[in-house]
């Protein structure tokens, strides 16, 4: 089957118009010519590129130039969405089609506000949702990775989230496999996370209301040059860094410092630059804040050197300049795990020292598909180069553990080291199943055992509740049995 026959609309608003149609959902016609109008996303929410109460809302078509605007509660006059065009789908099968996003202004915070969509100024669509919460204001999040291939797994755990209720989710890389196509995401995330209806077996309708946050991780860089290190490939795939042209991200990042490396002909990157403009390359890192948490995101991928002076001084100045309660860093690749995949890419572990300093409360991370929670720990390095070894997965960083023995998240909830968790088991086949749930040790790390908390026999998802005095943190399996359970407070 071609690409336009496994289009699918992933519906989350009320579509007042919209019907079904053989490749999606679309307009209904009424005379033949011309065909109804194809939806190859349908409207969606992202966060957009201001660490405010702003946010965007975005959607993507067919080829076919439309008279689109949005009306928000609270905004006087309809907004007009920018158009970008993007090659889109497989080698071979690939088109062309139009992405819209409008960007909402400044609203009040932690408030709920309708909108609409009008196509032609008829009302073709309406929905809602909440602002930013402010400083003070309880909030609830959910965490994953490794998510959208197409499984059931997939589904489950989208359904597991929605039923959370979560102010926003917090994705920990590899959003879609296994390239980071922008077909794959038509394929396996709108689908999913964009439902019409919710349903283990369906997925939910999430992004209508909900923002998701996300990290560049190894899946959306996923070619290989010459010498065998990670580029974008737009020869293989002409729609690779589908991140940067479907998510709307905040952009106060690092710039100039890393960037996924591009390589193939001219016309489908210079279709790709055009569609993500200011997003690419700002938005491998950024940070924003939501209640009384701060969240730094970071590129852990292989052709980042964490021993970069530029790099590791943006990181300690963002997370000092924050009144947060709670610092929060997240980016892809383990710092700590103990995984058969990827234990020897420890190159983010030499920001561990930074972390520790600035009062960081958890670092997020995917990558490895399971569960895992280690101790709150302290660790100094006592070999950086291999650090610096860019492009290689063998990036040992040896040193010294100081780990709090006392914390178990019950009756000691105050931990003295930052804590690690991975939730890398969002839908993506997993890893280690074998093990269940029993870490292993590894001599290179002189066998110490600072896995608090080993889940790789199910799929799973993080729900998180944080207030100023205290976060709530559970994990969930796909059929939402609690599987592991923590409180940590500030004092």
């Not at 989208?158 to 926003?168: E, R, S, T, V, W």
């Not at 690779?240 to 016309?267: H, K, R, V």
């Not at 399996?477 to 407070?489: A, F």
Request: glycine share 8%; hydrophobic share 35%.
């Amino acid at each position: 089957m071609t690409r336009r026959e496994l289009l699918r609309a992933a519906g989350g608003l009320s579509f007042l118009a919209l019907v079904p149609a053989e490749r999606g959902f679309a307009l209904p016609s009424e005379t033949s010519q011309p065909p109804p109008l194809l939806f190859t996303a349908l409207p969606y929410l992202q966060p957009g590129p201001h660490n405010d109460t702003s946010l965007v809302i975005a959607w993507q078509t067919e080829h076919r130039p439309a008279a689109f605007q949005v009306q928000v509660e609270g905004v006087t006059e309809r907004l007009v969405p920018k158009r970008t065009e993007r090659i889109s789908g497989e080698l071979g099968d690939e088109e062309l089609r139009f992405n819209y996003a409008v960007s909402v202004p400044t609203l009040a915070a932690g408030k709920r506000f309708g909108y609409q969509v009008f196509l032609d100024g008829k009302r073709i669509a309406e929905g809602w949702f909440t602002t930013r919460k402010p400083r003070g204001a309880k909030t609830r999040f959910v965490a994953f990775g490794d998510n959208s291939y197409g499984d059931i797994s997939d589904r489950m755990i989208a359904y597991q989230a929605f039923k959370a209720l979560p102010d926003f989710v917090l994705n920990t890389g590899d959003n879609v496999y296994e390239d980071g196509t922008d077909d794959e995401y038509a394929r396996h995330f709108f689908p999913v996370y964009n439902a019409e209806t919710a349903g283990p077996r369906i997925g939910a309708p999430l992004l209508r209301s909900v923002p998701f946050y996300t990290v560049l991780a190894n899946h959306d860089v996923h070619g290989k040059d010459a010498q065998k290190h990670p580029v974008a490939d737009f020869n293989l795939y002409p729609d690779s860094l589908a991140y940067f042209t479907n998510m709307y991200l905040p952009e106060n990042g690092l710039t100039g410092t890393f960037a996924p490396p591009l390589i193939g002909p001219d016309e489908p990157i210079t279709h790709f630059k055009a569609c993500a403009g200011s997003r690419f390359p700002t938005m491998s890192t950024y940070s924003f804040d939501y209640g009384d948490g701060h969240f730094l995101c970071l590129d852990s991928n292989l052709y980042v050197d964490p021993n970069n002076a530029a790099l590791q001084s943006y990181i300690e100045r963002d997370l000092k300049s924050t009144n947060a309660v709670w610092k929060f860093v997240v980016f892809h690749h383990p710092s700590f795990n103990v995984g058969a995949d990827h234990y020897t890419q420890q190159h983010m572990r030499v920001l561990a020292p930074i972390f520790e300093r600035c009062g960081v409360a958890i670092v997020w991370h995917g990558h490895e598909h399971n569960y895992q929670r280690t101790m709150p720990l302290r660790f100094a390095p006592s070999d950086t180069k291999g650090a610096s070894n860019v492009g290689t997965k063998a990036r040992l960083v040896p040193g010294k553990f100081t780990l709090d023995t006392r914390f178990d998240g019950k009756a000691v909830t105050k931990p003295e080291g930052v804590i690690y968790i991975t939730t890398g088991a969002g839908g993506k086949h997993l890893y280690d199943t074998e093990w269940g749930q029993k870490a292993k040790t590894h001599p290179e790390d002189g066998n110490i055992d600072y896995i608090a908390r080993f889940i790789a026999d199910r799929h799973s998802l993080t729900v998180i509740e944080m207030d100023s005095k205290a976060l709530e943190i559970k994990q969930l399996d796909q059929w939402g049995e609690t599987v592991d359970r923590l409180k940590i407070t500030t004092a």
